[in-house]
């Protein structure tokens, strides 16, 4: 009897969870909640609305989770391997969407491009929202970039236009505040961050990190050097915060609000993020135009507008969800994007019904002069987006080598630059080979675009010229 | 005979049942993802992918040409080096200090040294982001003012002390534990040694040469495996107060495992269970060399 009894309480520890499971799936099953991830930070209030309001339509609870950016990537790549991606997903990788369709990672949205207006089927792209003629998502917001100069007009007298009106306005600001306030602070911590502010910089240098004349990376050509020259220069005369070293985003923002540097390299989000999360009452703020080496007229370049939200593959609410995500098209909903004053709206317009502060309104304004649309791979050739999707990491990169320099890693830093760019280059090569014996049809021509000019837009007319 | 045979019956028979649930957890919690992880050592699998294609022994290949890889090895054992000796050797001496017969709020005391314990490692992380900052940090105040250390250095964010400033507050973290095993190892010393040592005219020092530092032997030996254990599984603090920076200089290699699985342009997770799988049959092998020396030990003692 006793060891039926012991045999009895050994069965049930072990099965309890599959029936605590199983039971607990088939009671909910009749209202599952919605699950929505995104990282969005300053979105999280404005889709309570939204989310209220497609509760009293359909009837379906929303479970909503907002991740930190630099930890949502990790969370969906487990999620993805457990099989329990959220139903509607934001990313946070830039030009691995391809590869996410490839893996059927997503399921396409319920309609087709046919659905759309010609306005927002023209900025529909294989690779980033699209992918063999069927829609996976829809850009939201229209093209912005992270190398935005914040500042504090209190601080500073004189706004900058070059690498040394910079380099002077900081070294003023840090003697006359006695040591007390530095120039600039830079999210060290977030190296993916830093790497796409370089990359932005050096599209403003006039030397974009590849140049799509040859194909060839030129992520230590003469006016990455001179970065590096300014930027090392100011860690050695003090003007760059310290602790920047150990810094993520959050943090650098932070103190930068706090008063303790004049200067953030940041994306448009800053003034929502700053404003909406932690400092209403900061208005001491105003965003200048990236740094050029002297002066330079520029243009920063960005691959046409992504998807935003995504729909999970095995997701069970795959209408409900199409009509969330397509309801955000809506001219209600993107003047709600522009006032909380995160990333710039698709549609434009949006902004002038919406109550932004002047330094959102500025971004913006240097958005539509300053960018263009850089050589896409995807769209002369949907195999090349493989290349870089099987690319082997390559480390040191250079907001790694910079860390190194300022913590004292590292003296030679242009060295270290010339071989990232190497490494890079035979990694590619590397990979390019991998995807040929993978049966993709691939090879270094697709980084190729003769009839690139710079301070031209890549259009579709350019791609049907090659 | 039978009798005898029925008992023995009857004991395997209590042993599987209270063995079972155990066995059945560790097996799949346990087991199963070593046994896991080494096939996806041989696989090429990147994170967007469901599974992996067999890639033989390439992913090992790359990690013994991988820079990173051999930087993250180092610092782990760096790490272990500063870290084992400090927290061994600053526990012995407060547990010697708190349990001494003189010593005032023991209570007290071995309660704030546990809290440490007793908090997440991620907070710890922050916390100490905050108390070691260079500019407003508490610690950096004090040694600026003292002019032990010159305005404006980061211990955390220098590349040459960050690992060792780590590895201290670690030490710190952790001191607690050990503290607790010294104090109940020196608890089990009989008192009477002691006093007749005092009877004898031993001085402290003496009576802690020749009385406790041999009776403590045995458990120093236990404590040393549990501390040099607990020195590789430093992931939640070092994420949260350096993430493996400045430059990798506290990229232990629970990190760049994370790193390269998760956090990389292109997430590997083959190549990442490679360097989990090394890492693990190093541990091994630290953990067999330590029972073959403490076997050895035990040999002379039996002598």
């Known amino acids: ?466 | 005979m039978n009798l005898n045979k029925t008992i023995k019956k009857q004991n395997t028979f209590w042993i599987v049942a209270f063995l079972l649930p155990n066995t059945i957890l560790y097996a799949m919690y346990t087991v199963y993802p070593a046994i896991a992880t080494a096939w996806y050592s041989l696989l090429d699998w990147t994170a967007f992918q469901r599974s992996g294609f067999f890639y033989g022994l390439n992913n090992y290949i790359e990690l013994i040409h991988d820079d990173l890889f051999h930087a993250s090895m180092k610092a782990t054992f760096k790490f272990m080096l500063i870290a084992v000796p400090l927290r061994f050797l600053m526990s012995l001496f407060l547990a010697l200090l708190l349990t001494w017969r003189r010593c005032i709020g023991k209570t007290f005391f071995r309660t704030l040294l546990f809290l440490p314990v007793v908090t997440t490692g991620a907070i710890i992380g922050t916390i100490m982001k905050m108390i070691f900052d260079p500019k407003f940090g508490p610690i950096n105040i004090v040694l600026n003012n003292m002019g032990l250390l010159p305005a404006g250095f980061g211990l955390l964010s220098n590349f040459s002390t960050s690992l060792g400033t780590s590895a201290t507050i670690w030490s710190w973290k952790w001191m607690g534990m050990s503290l607790i095993y010294w104090i109940a190892s020196l608890q089990s010393i009989p008192t009477e040694l002691y006093e007749a040592a005092t009877v004898d005219g031993a001085s402290p020092l003496q009576a802690f040469r020749m009385i406790t530092a041999p009776l403590l032997k045995p458990f120093a030996g236990v404590i040393l495996i549990l501390t040099v254990g607990d020195s590789l599984r430093v992931f939640d603090l070092m994420l949260t107060l350096t993430n493996g920076g400045p430059y990798f200089a506290t990229e232990a290699i629970e990190l760049f495992i994370y790193h390269t699985a998760f956090a990389d342009r292109v997430p590997r997770l083959g190549y990442a269970s490679a360097a989990a799988t090394v890492f693990a049959s190093i541990f091994v092998v630290i953990t067999l060399v330590q029972n073959f020396l403490k076997n050895i030990q035990r040999g002379y003692r039996n002598i």
């Not at chain 1, 490839?102 to 792209?125: N, R």
């Not at chain 1, 900058?160 to 840090?174: A, L, M, Q």
């Not at chain 1, 539509?368 to 990169?397: F, W």
Request: aromatic share 14%; glycine share 6%; charged share 20%.
């Open chain 1, 1 to 466: 009897m006793k060891k039926l009894f012991v045999v009895a309480i050994c069965l049930l520890i072990l099965v309890a969870p599959v029936f605590a499971g199983g039971s607990s799936e088939s009671a909910s099953k009749a209202r599952k909640p919605l699950s929505f991830w995104e990282h969005f930070e300053t979105f999280s209030k404005m889709n309570e609305d939204l989310f209220r309001e497609f509760k009293a339509e359909k009837g379906i609870d929303i479970e909503y989770t907002l991740a930190s950016p630099d930890k949502m990537t990790d969370a969906l790549y487990v999620s993805y391997r457990s099989n329990q991606l959220p139903d509607i997903f934001t990313v946070t990788f830039s030009g691995g969407a391809s590869q996410m369709f490839a893996e059927k990672w997503v399921s396409p949205l319920e309609v087709g491009i046919d659905h759309f207006s010609k306005d927002i089927q023209d900025q529909l792209f294989e690779g980033l929202t699209t992918y063999k003629g069927e829609v996976y998502s829809i850009p939201l917001f229209s093209q912005n970039h992270c190398a935005l100069m914040y500042y504090q007009p209190s601080l500073v007298k004189n706004v900058p236009v070059t690498y040394d009106d910079f380099y002077n306005e900081c070294k003023r600001i840090y003697k006359e505040s006695n040591g007390t306030v530095y120039g600039l602070i830079l999210p060290m911590a977030f190296t993916t961050r830093i790497n796409e502010t370089f990359m932005y910089m050096m599209d403003a240098a006039r030397t974009p990190v590849i140049n799509w004349n040859t194909g060839a990376y030129q992520w230590d050509s003469p006016q990455m050097i001179e970065l590096f020259k300014l930027l090392t220069k100011m860690w050695d005369e003090g003007l760059i915060m310290p602790s920047s070293v150990n810094f993520n985003m959050k943090e650098a923002r932070e103190r930068w609000a706090a008063g303790e540097a004049a200067f953030l390299i940041d994306g448009i989000w800053n003034v929502g993020i700053t404003k909406n999360n932690f400092m209403p009452e900061l208005d001491d703020f105003a965003v200048c135009e990236t740094i050029t080496p002297n002066g330079e007229d520029y243009m920063i370049y960005s691959e046409p507008a992504a998807g935003v939200y995504f729909i999970a593959n095995n997701s069970s609410y795959r209408h409900e969800a199409t009509e969330l995500i397509l309801g955000m098209l809506g001219d209600e909903y993107q003047v709600k994007i522009a006032n909380v004053q995160d990333q710039p709206p698709f549609n434009l317009n949006a902004l002038a019904l919406a109550d932004v502060h002047q330094s959102y309104r500025d971004s913006v304004d240097m958005f539509t002069r300053r960018m263009g649309v850089k050589p896409y791979l995807g769209l002369r050739n949907l195999d090349a987006l493989q290349i870089e999707a099987n690319m082997r990491t390559v480390s040191p990169t250079p907001s790694e080598i910079l860390n190194g320099y300022f913590s004292g890693a590292l003296k030679d830093w242009e060295t270290a630059l010339h071989r990232y760019n190497t490494q890079l280059t035979a990694a590619r090569d590397e990979s390019i080979k991998k995807c040929q014996s993978l049966g993709y049809k691939v090879s270094f021509d697709d980084y190729v675009f003769p009839n690139y000019v710079y301070g031209e837009s890549y259009t579709s007319e350019k791609y049907s010229q090659l």
